[in-house]
T-cell receptor, first 109, second 115 residues
Framework: TQLLEQSPQFLSIQEGENLTVYCNSSSVFSSLQWYRQEPGEGPVLLVTVVTGGEVKKLKRLTFQFGDARKDSSLHITAAQTGDTGLYLCAGAGYSTLTFGKGTMLLVSP | NAGVTQTPKFQVLKTGQSMTLQCAQDMNHNSMYWYRQDPGMGLRLIYYSASEGTTDKGEVPNGYNVSRLNKREFSLRLESAAPSQTSVYFC??????????????FGNGTRLTVT
């Protein structure tokens, strides 16, 4: 069974601060996806990283895939209240995706 | 473009009652999934259908059945609801199984309470 551990589980910060969320596993994944889920809605894909060492930027969000394709990080610069939500990483392996339990981010004004 | 549509949005059942959760997608995707989401447990896969005509068990299939009615529709049935099945249920679809180049598209969930 492939497991993904996310840390921290919960993060509460002020608007304008920077933060990093981590997604770690002992298994190798062919690719890794990051989703954001807002209250009352389903998760929505933010990005897919495929190559070890890959870095992708989405405005103030920077995603990195580890060289060994076992871990990933999401860095948010100058967080805004609109960034509030549950951030989920999901690894693609043999068949269906394996999801981490998520990091709940609360950005206060 | 509706994407993935789930009905109902909310449901309250008594222990032992049965119900079917409906899901339809309009993106011509081959693969469809049912997940449940519980606090502290993340998203757990109940059943999935890699393509029309096939279904397979996921991580937590006990107490559930599924039907892939056609390419668009994938339903989840609770034959005899139990309080442990209180959860938020998400249906999702993707172009193909595996997710390498096929991200999941989720519906907005069904919030089920079993008393």
């Amino acid at each position: 069974t492939q497991l993904l551990e996310q840390s921290p589980q919960f993060l509460s910060i002020q608007e304008g601060e920077n933060l990093t969320v981590y997604c770690n596993s002992s298994s190798v994944f062919s690719s890794l996806q990051w989703y954001r889920q807002e209250p009352g809605e389903g998760p929505v894909l933010l990005v897919t990283v495929v190559t070890g060492g890959e870095v992708k930027k989405l405005k103030r969000l920077t995603f990195q895939f580890g060289d060994a394709r076992k871990d990933s990080s999401l860095h948010i610069t100058a967080a805004q209240t609109g960034d509030t939500g549950l951030y989920l990483c999901a690894g693609a392996g043999y068949s269906t995706l394996t999801f981490g339990k998520g990091t709940m981010l609360l950005v206060s004004p | 473009n509706a994407g993935v549509t789930q009905t109902p949005k909310f449901q309250v059942l008594k222990t032992g009652q049965s119900m079917t959760l409906q899901c339809a997608q309009d993106m011509n995707h081959n693969s469809m999934y049912w997940y449940r989401q519980d606090p502290g447990m993340g998203l757990r896969l109940i059943y999935y259908s890699a393509s029309e005509g096939t279904t397979d068990k996921g991580e937590v299939p006990n107490g559930y059945n599924v039907s892939r009615l056609n390419k668009r529709e994938f339903s989840l049935r609770l034959e005899s609801a139990a309080p442990s099945q209180t959860s938020v249920y998400f249906c999702a679809s993707s172009e193909a199984l595996g997710g390498i180049s096929s991200p999941l598209h989720f519906g907005n969930g069904t919030r089920l309470t079993v008393t």
